[in-house]
Structure formats: structure tokens, C-alpha cells
């Protein structure tokens, strides 16, 4: 089983569980603002609605972006931190590199046989960072 995590849209968690280029899940919420708070719940729930131990998890996904800041970095952690913790390959994916939801998943699948565990991903974002100063 392959865990596809996306937070590269802004106001979107895309989550999918692959069994098989041609057997997967997507979950889908609406999470503007909101993914640190519902990223881990998603991954809970689609693991839990499916019958899916954490431990049947043979490999990770991640959408790199480019994205928002905080969203990208929200699931390119989670990604890294999963992959981690359970000795798994994690892989990335620019949004322009696929076309939908069964190239993603191609795709994904491709990647993974290339590497192996202990590498992490990156993100990607749309643009240079606008860090401030406040005034005196």
C-alpha cells in the first residue's frame, strides 16, 4: 500500500491510498487554512475507513508543489516525518509533472522503485518568500 499525501492546492488535503496502479482511493476535504489541523485526522480516517494499518504502508507519495508556504510545508513534513519514523521510501511530485489522478498514481509508483528509505523531499514553492519587518 502507497500513502499519497497533497497539500500543494490551497484550499484542498488530497489523500490516497494505492493498492495498485490500477486500484487507489482518493480522499479529498476542504481545508482552507486548515491543514495542520486536519492533515493527520485525514490520513487517520482514510486509513481507518479502509482497513489499513499503518504498517501495510510500503511507501510515501508527496505533491512538492509549487505551493503556498505553509501548506506545502504542512505535508512535505508529514510526508518526511511518516517516512521516518517507519523506514519507508518517500518520493515527491510537482503538480505540473502529472495530468490527473491515475498519471499521479503512475507516476508515484514509478518513482518509488528508484529509491529507497532514508532520502526526504522538498517543496517546492511558488514563489520567493515576503518576510517583513515591522516598523520602529
Do not use: H
Not at 490520513?43 to 481507518?48: C, G, M, S, W, Y
Not at 501495510?56 to 510526508?79: D, E, M, Y
Not at 514553492?125 to 515591522?134: A, L, Q, V
Amino acid at each position: 500500500m502507497i500513502l499519497i499525501i497533497n497539500t500543494a492546492l490551497p484550499e484542498e488535503i488530497e489523500l490516497a491510498l494505492i493498492k495498485d496502479q490500477d486500484d487507489f482511493k482518493f480522499w479529498r476535504k476542504s481545508a482552507k487554512m486548515k491543514q495542520s489541523e486536519l492533515l493527520l485526522k485525514g490520513i487517520d480516517q482514510l486509513l481507518r475507513d479502509n482497513k489499513i494499518k499503518v504498517d501495510q504502508i510500503k511507501g510515501i507519495g508527496c505533491v512538492i508543489g509549487p505551493g503556498g508556504f505553509t501548506s506545502l510545508r504542512i505535508g512535505v513534513v508529514t510526508a518526511n516525518a511518516m517516512a521516518y519514523a517507519l523506514k519507508l521510501p518517500v518520493v515527491g511530485i510537482k503538480l505540473d509533472e502529472y495530468k490527473d489522478d491515475e498519471d499521479l498514481v503512475k507516476k508515484i509508483i514509478q518513482k518509488l522503485k528508484k529509491v529507497k528509505a532514508g532520502e526526504t523531499v522538498m517543496p517546492v514553492y511558488s514563489r520567493e518568500p515576503n518576510i517583513t519587518m515591522k516598523k520602529k
